[in-house]
């Protein structure tokens, strides 16, 4: 419960109204409390009015390095500061309903979310194309498959639980793919996550400027794109019901009854699709678990056993193919702290927009976390009371030093520090009230009206360079995935696709019967040598293909794009490579449009100039 303010009031009460002649509120107090509660209606209906505007004003057939940001209509970003500026003016009166808050977060949600998916008509991300292909492989296949039937890609057979709850889904619904749905994942997972995120916010405090900011702030933080079509995305939610299960129905050792049976059962419940369906998430519960029941108020170790049963079992039973083959790399990789942060060659933004989007992302996490710090060593009553979530803030940085998960590892802690650290930075911007011991001076001071909105406004916007900042390399238009998709549609069984990199539309597709070479990812000398005789040096690696199967180039405007954004390659040398291959007598372009090209290799003419 809140504290009573000195004077015995409760803070969160409104101001007494003037009363009229008769006792009762007189008409102009009336008037004022109607237009209170009605007024949060304008901001919002304005800027999501601004928003439609900008969506449909909006074309997306010429992005440049800058991705969304400069090729969204500019009445985006009025909207975008509309709703922020009506967000804060809302959210700061402690007698404002929830629904108001819960609106403003959901409107953040759809202009953040939505707009990808309206301006946009082709799915973003390779990474979710490669995941359409793995729920196309359990619908063609009906059945899992083992690594030496599909190699690196067998991983995803043994951690199937989103990709088989998605065919069933598709199945159901009686469509081909999950196409539409994967343009609209980013905000279904979005909204997914609030309710659990309210719940444990609940936990710690009643004030609902606290929690509701809190949430603002972690839509606006959580810029890392992990909200894609993707396992991770929904075991973050599930992740995130768990500790808010445990938080709110584990509080500390009890005696044990059937109410609580009930509540081991859902947990059990929630905890199984998250082991099986990502390799990283359970380890993150697993310490959080562990953390909380060392703690007195959660003291209750079967939250913690049962995710380690668990895991145990799915990884010593299911999975153990892949982990037997992979754990002496896993072990040796621990405490490679270097290898989980570093950037290495073809990983290193390159140009204006991709450096500009890079140092957005990093101001705005930075400025969260610091927030966070502020905001817990300024209300030391909260940071008290709200410890569990500090703790859980605290466990993710482990994951650096605990195994080798690429440069990727920085983004998966932040997006993992994020529900426990938002809450802290939100109490840096609000007055002190909604904890124990913690009463607010009544009326607020002006300072925390004026001085946290430019840091809201500020944080809102630079979400957008952030999060849709490289779209020039995630953005696949129509006739991209055209051409790859007619290109997968009708290789032969054992064909081999040979392509720059791995960002195009399908770049997995139908990888149960095709084979793939990413020439790129060799290493810089390879390339070196890749790029002094482009065509001949291509050849002679594509040419070992037994027949019936075939073997094909795919040069893509995808591909291009995350070449020279991440430095692999610049302008010069992509043309370079385009040259040679169109030029040269090894190959045949068997198919183009204005997003690429596909050459099939001659292998015997290869084969007779190498004689």
């Known amino acids: 419960m809140e504290a009573a303010a ?321 754990l002496p790399e896993m072990l040796a990789s621990v405490g490679d702290i270097g290898a989980n942060v570093e950037t290495g060659y073809g990983t290193t933004p390159t140009g204006t927009g991709a450096v500009t989007a890079s140092w957005a992302a990093r101001g705005l996490s930075g400025t969260v976390l610091l927030l966070a710090l502020l905001g817990a060593l300024r209300r030391r009553e909260l940071s008290r009371h709200a410890r569990p979530l500090l703790l859980l803030a605290g466990v993710p940085p482990l994951l650096i030093a605990a195994n080798g998960y690429g440069s990727e590892m920085i983004f998966r802690v932040l997006m993992f520090m994020l529900p426990g650290a938002v809450l802290f930075a939100a109490a840096a911007l609000l007055p002190r009230t909604g904890v124990p011991g913690e009463v607010m001076p009544r009326p607020a001071p002006a300072r925390f009206l004026w001085l946290p909105l430019p840091v809201v406004l500020a944080a809102t916007l630079a979400f957008v360079p952030s999060y849709a900042g490289k779209d020039r390399l995630s953005y696949f238009p129509p006739a991209e995935a055209a051409l790859v998709g007619d290109l997968v549609e009708s290789a032969p069984d054992g064909s081999l696709v040979a392509a720059a990199n791995r960002n195009y539309p399908s770049a997995y597709g139908d990888y149960w019967r095709l084979d793939h070479y990413w020439f790129l990812e060799e290493d810089r000398e390879k390339v070196e040598r890749i790029l002094a005789r482009p065509a001949r040096t291509l050849a002679l690696d594509m040419k070992d293909v037994a027949e019936p199967g075939r073997a094909y180039l795919l040069l893509t405007q995808g591909q291009r794009a995350d070449a020279e954004m991440n430095g692999r390659l610049t302008e010069a040398e992509w043309r370079r490579v385009e040259k040679s291959v169109a030029a040269s007598p090894y190959f045949r372009r068997v198919a183009h449009n204005r997003a690429g090209a596909v050459y099939e290799l001659d292998v015997r003419a290869v084969e007779e100039d190498a004689r």
């Open 6 to 326: 000195s004077d015995g009031t409760d803070p969160r009460a409104p101001e007494a109204a003037p009363r009229g002649p008769s006792g009762g509120p007189g008409p102009r107090s009336t008037a004022r409390r109607r237009w209170s509660a009605v007024w949060p209606a304008g901001p919002l209906a304005a800027a999501l009015a601004l928003w439609v505007y900008a969506v449909r004003a909006t074309d997306v057939t010429a992005l440049d390095d800058f991705g969304l940001v400069t090729a969204v209509h500019p009445a985006y970003w009025a909207g975008l500061a509309v709703l922020a500026a009506g967000f804060w003016f809302t959210v700061r009166r402690p007698d404002r309903a929830d629904g108001w808050c819960l609106a403003y977060v959901l409107g953040l949600l759809v202009v953040q979310r939505a707009t990808q998916a309206l301006v946009y008509p082709t799915p973003l991300y390779a990474w979710a194309w490669k995941h359409d292909a793995v729920v196309g492989h359990l619908l063609t296949e009906g059945g899992l498959r083992t690594g030496a039937e599909l190699g690196d890609m067998a991983v995803y057979d043994q951690w199937p639980g989103f990709f088989a709850a998605q065919a069933a889904a598709v199945r159901l619904a009686g469509v081909e793919n999950t196409l539409t749905l994967m343009s609209w994942w980013p905000l279904v997972s979005s909204v997914l996550v609030l309710a659990p995120l309210v719940l444990i916010y609940r936990t710690f405090t009643q004030d609902r400027r606290l929690i509701w900011t809190g949430v603002w702030l972690f839509c606006v933080g959580n810029w890392v794109g992990q909200d894609y079509f993707s396992p991770q995305s929904l075991a973050l939610t599930l992740h995130l019901t768990v500790i808010a299960l445990v938080l709110r129905r584990f509080p500390g050792a009890r005696q044990r009854g059937p109410r609580q049976a009930v509540w081991t059962t859902v947990l059990i419940t929630v905890m199984v699709p998250v082991v099986l369906s990502h390799q990283l998430t359970p380890v993150v519960l697993i310490l959080s678990l562990g953390v909380l029941a060392l703690t007195r108020r959660h003291r209750d170790w079967v939250p913690f056993l049962a995710a380690v049963a668990l895991f145990a079992a799915w990884n010593l039973t299911a999975s153990l193919p892949f982990l037997s083959a992979a």
